[in-house]
């Protein structure tokens, strides 16, 4: 359980799910992320705010800024992985593909929810700059949605405690959230074991602060500059923001580093 009830998609009604499956095609994502299935869950939320959003997410300028984001990310010095190594751990093949298809998932994902709603958080702080014009991209290509994540409490208890163990290097996983990258390696369970060595740099205290520190000003930056224009807020907007702050300025920027990171262990094509 975590602190914010959400609509998962195999419960959406028809109008939620609507609005889910174009978040995925505009995003180019299989997933819709918590943060989104939480508005679902507060009356009037996620078409306003998706409304806001949707051309940033669907524009140019949002692709330049996710690639200033990730370069931007400091991360610490992370040994190599090889490719035996991955495949020790399962993931080679057909296996890898599956793998890095996901992980470009998560950096994409990650990356882009982090500058809009950063600039959602924005304008309802008050910040009052122009809208920018947006150039439209191409629409990226259509994503199968992705299989639902299983839930922790139906997994290996091993697995389960080992899931929960990576969640504790992350100071947003009070509450009982768990990275649902975390959920996903499930698939994949020798890499719960692994992650903590190839990771130990990054997973040090410190060094989270630092990744999850510049992956926050990185966002601001490129929000404070893509402004999208809102509707007046629905009266029950104050409803979203507990979820807001922490989602822009604890969990995905504590986790987008991680992703960055795990792709970049990834063996060469």
């Avoid at 419960?11 to 508005?39: C, K, Q």
């Avoid at 399962?90 to 890898?96: D, F, Q, R, S, T």
């Avoid at 439209?136 to 639902?148: E, L």
Wanted: proline share 10%.
């Amino acid at each position: 359980m975590t602190n914010f009830p959400e609509v998962h998609p195999l419960n959406a009604s028809p109008e939620i799910a609507a609005t889910y499956a174009d978040i995925r095609a505009v995003s180019g994502l299989s997933m819709v992320n918590l943060i989104w299935r939480h508005f679902a869950a507060l009356p009037g939320i996620i078409d306003w705010a998706w409304k806001g959003v949707r051309p940033l997410v669907a524009s140019q300028e949002l692709v330049d800024a996710r690639q200033r984001l990730i370069d931007a990310i400091e991360l610490p010095t992370l040994p190599p992985v090889t490719a035996e190594a991955w495949q020790a751990a399962g993931v080679c093949g057909a296996e890898l593909t599956a793998f890095r298809d996901m992980m470009a998932d998560y950096v994409r994902g990650n990356s882009t929810n982090i500058i809009v709603l950063t600039a959602l958080r924005l304008r309802l702080e008050g910040i009052d700059y122009a809208t920018p014009a947006f150039s439209a991209t191409p629409a990226p290509i259509a994503m199968t949605p992705a299989a639902p994540l299983p839930r922790i409490d139906t997994l290996d208890p091993k697995l389960a405690s080992a899931i929960r163990a990576l969640a504790q290097y992350h100071e947003g996983a009070q509450g009982g959230i768990i990275p649902s990258l975390y959920l996903e390696i499930a698939r994949w369970p020798a890499l719960t074991d692994s992650f903590p060595n190839w990771l130990e740099a990054l997973y040090e205290p410190s060094a989270m602060r630092k990744a999850r520190e510049s992956t926050c000003r990185a966002a601001e930056r490129e929000a404070l500059q893509l402004l999208p224009a809102f509707d007046p807020a629905p009266p029950n907007v104050a409803e979203m923001r507990p979820a807001l702050e922490r989602f822009t300025r604890l969990i995905i920027p504590d986790l987008t580093p991680v992703c960055v990171a795990v792709q970049q262990l990834l063996p060469r094509h």
